[in-house]
T-cell receptor
Framework: SAVISQKPSRDICQRGTSLTIQCQVDSQVTMMFWYRQQPGQSLTLIATANQGSEATYESGFVIDKFPISRPNLTFSTLTVSNMSPEDSSIYLC????????????FGEGSRLTVL | GENVEQHPSTLSVQEGDSAVIKCTYSDSASNYFPWYKQELGKGPQLIIDIRSNVGEKKDQRIAVTLNKTAKHFSLHITETQPEDSAVYFCAASARGGADGLTFGKGTHLIIQP
């Protein structure tokens, strides 16, 4: 298994600002993903974080709004840019280790509230 | 792309009874079907998964069944306990889970004492 740590765990942000969420994994992962979970809703995949290259975004999500970095195998960041109240959500980092076929591990999430 | 439907959205059962949550998927290429449990304020935790080459899998009080022809899979929890109260999500993925998962909308399971 893998332990995934995210920070901040929660934050209150002003409209128009940007916030960067950090994700650290305790073991090397082959794949890292970022998900969004709006209040009381399901998880929606934002993008796959690729090591050393641009992230692969799902339909409806763009790099200008959600820039992602993954400089090494165990660390990734997601920035939520130019925030509006509609961006209020839980953002979850997830990863899959080379030893787990298919199993995704999740962090505890970063709960953002945009005023 | 894949679409996963999950029912019911809320399920209330008496402690000790069984609970069943059902999901359907649309992409016949999907071959990996995990179930996650999410407690309040925490991230989802994998509780059981099944691949398309088997029809059923059990782990103590939890079982999952898969019907590939009908494109549906179900989670069965027997002898429910208060700590089973949580939101449960089903998910599906092609390529054995190598890609990201598509999640259902979740089921809020309430265990009544």
């Amino acid at each position: 298994s893998a332990v995934i740590s995210q920070k901040p765990s929660r934050d209150i942000c002003q409209r128009g600002t940007s916030l960067t969420i950090q994700c650290q994994v305790d073991s090397q992962v082959t794949m890292m993903f970022w998900y969004r979970q709006q209040p009381g809703q399901s998880l929606t995949l934002i993008a796959t974080a690729n090591q050393g290259s641009e992230a692969t975004y799902e339909s409806g999500f763009v790099i200008d709004k959600f820039p992602i970095s993954r400089p090494n195998l165990t660390f990734s960041t997601l920035t939520v840019s130019n925030m509006s109240p509609e961006d209020s959500s839980i953002y979850l980092c997830s990863g899959r280790t080379s030893g787990s076929i298919g199993e995704l591990f999740f962090g505890e999430g970063s709960r953002l509230t945009v005023l | 792309g894949e679409n996963v439907e999950q029912h019911p959205s809320t399920l209330s059962v008496q402690e000790g009874d069984s609970a069943v949550i059902k999901c359907t998927y649309s992409d016949s290429a999907s071959n990996y079907f995990p179930w996650y449990k999410q407690e309040l304020g925490k991230g989802p935790q994998l509780i059981i998964d099944i691949r398309s080459n088997v029809g059923e899998k059990k782990d103590q009080r939890i079982a999952v069944t898969l019907n590939k022809t009908a494109k549906h899979f179900s989670l069965h929890i027997t002898e429910t306990q208060p700590e089973d109260s949580a939101v449960y999500f089903c998910a599906a993925s092609a390529r054995g889970g190598a890609d990201g998962l598509t999640f259902g909308k979740g089921t809020h399971l309430i265990i009544q004492p």
